[in-house]
T-cell receptor
Framework: AQKVTQAQTEISVVEKEDVTLDCVYE???????LFWYKQPPSGELVFLIR??????QNEISGRYSWNFQKSTSSFNFTITASQVVDSAVYFCALSEASWGTSGSRLTFGEGTQLTVNP | GAGVSQSPRYKVAKRGQDVALRCDPI?????LFWYQQALGQGPEFLTY????????KSGLPSDRFFAERPEGSVSTLKIQRTQQEDSAVYLC?????????FGPGTRLTVL
C-alpha cells in the first residue's frame, strides 16, 4: 500500500522568509512518481512538479526548489523569499509508474496550509 | 488550451436526492479520474477511466456511487440517495501520461 505523510499541518511565515514543506512517502513499487500540487482558496489543484523515482536530481524553478532523497523516502519542497500569493494548501502525492497513455491513481498526503503574512 | 471543467461548481441536495456531477476533460486526454476531498483532507481516489472503459472503481464508497464515460470524453459521477456523509468536493482530473490536471471541483452539500 502507498502512503504519503505531510507532518506539518500548518505553517505561518512572514513575507520574504524561506519555507520548507516536508513530505515522506511509503511504497513497495520500485518505479513511481512523486508530485506536488498547490490548492489556493479557489479550490483548484494546480500541478507544480513531477519527479521520477529513478531521477534523484534536485530541481529548481524560480523561487521553488525540490529535494528528492530516495534513501529517506522524502520529497521536500522549498519556497525561497515567500510571497503572500504563495498562501495555499500544498499537497504531496505519489503514484506508481504507468506506461503509455494509461494512468495511475494518486495517493495524497493530508496537505500543509501555508500562510504568508505581509 | 482549455483545462478540465466541471459543473455545477456548487450543488446543494436534500438527503435522499440523486445528483449528477459532470466533468469535461482536456481534449484528447485518454485517462480520467474522480477524487473525493473532504474538508481539511487530501483528495481520495474514487474511480478511473481509460477512454470509455472504467478500469478501476475500487475507491467508490458504496453502490450509491456510479460513474460513466460513454464516449470516452465527458464523464458523469452520479450519487443516488445522497447522505450527509457524501458532502465533499468532488474533483475530476485528466491525463495523457503520468501527470494529472485537475478541474475546479464540485462542492456538494447534503442537508
Amino acid at each position: 500500500a502507498q502512503k504519503v505523510t505531510q507532518a506539518q499541518t500548518e505553517i505561518s511565515v512572514v513575507e520574504k522568509e524561506d519555507v520548507t514543506l516536508d513530505c515522506v512517502y511509503e511504497t513497495r513499487d520500485t518505479t513511481y512518481y512523486l508530485f506536488w500540487y498547490k490548492q489556493p482558496p479557489s479550490g483548484e489543484l494546480v500541478f507544480l512538479i513531477r519527479r521520477n523515482s529513478f531521477d534523484e536530481q534536485n530541481e529548481i524553478s524560480g523561487r521553488y526548489s525540490w529535494n528528492f532523497q530516495k534513501s529517506t523516502s522524502s520529497f521536500n519542497f522549498t519556497i525561497t523569499a515567500s510571497q503572500v500569493v504563495d498562501s495555499a494548501v500544498y499537497f504531496c502525492a505519489l503514484s506508481e509508474a504507468s506506461w503509455g497513455t494509461s494512468g495511475s491513481r494518486l495517493t495524497f498526503g493530508e496537505g500543509t496550509q501555508l500562510t504568508v503574512n505581509p | 488550451g482549455a483545462g478540465v471543467s466541471q459543473s455545477p461548481r456548487y450543488k446543494v441536495a436534500k438527503r435522499g436526492q440523486d445528483v449528477a456531477l459532470r466533468c469535461d476533460p482536456i481534449s484528447g486526454h485518454v485517462s480520467l479520474f474522480w477524487y473525493q476531498q473532504a474538508l481539511g483532507q487530501g483528495p481520495e481516489f474514487l474511480t478511473y477511466f481509460q477512454n470509455e472503459a472504467q478500469l478501476d472503481k475500487s475507491g467508490l464508497p458504496s453502490d450509491r456511487f456510479f460513474a460513466e464515460r460513454p464516449e470516452g470524453s465527458v464523464s458523469t459521477l452520479k450519487i443516488q440517495r445522497t447522505q450527509q456523509e457524501d458532502s465533499a468536493v468532488y474533483l475530476c482530473a485528466s491525463s495523457s501520461g503520468n501527470t494529472q490536471y485537475f478541474g475546479p471541483g464540485t462542492r456538494l452539500t447534503v442537508l
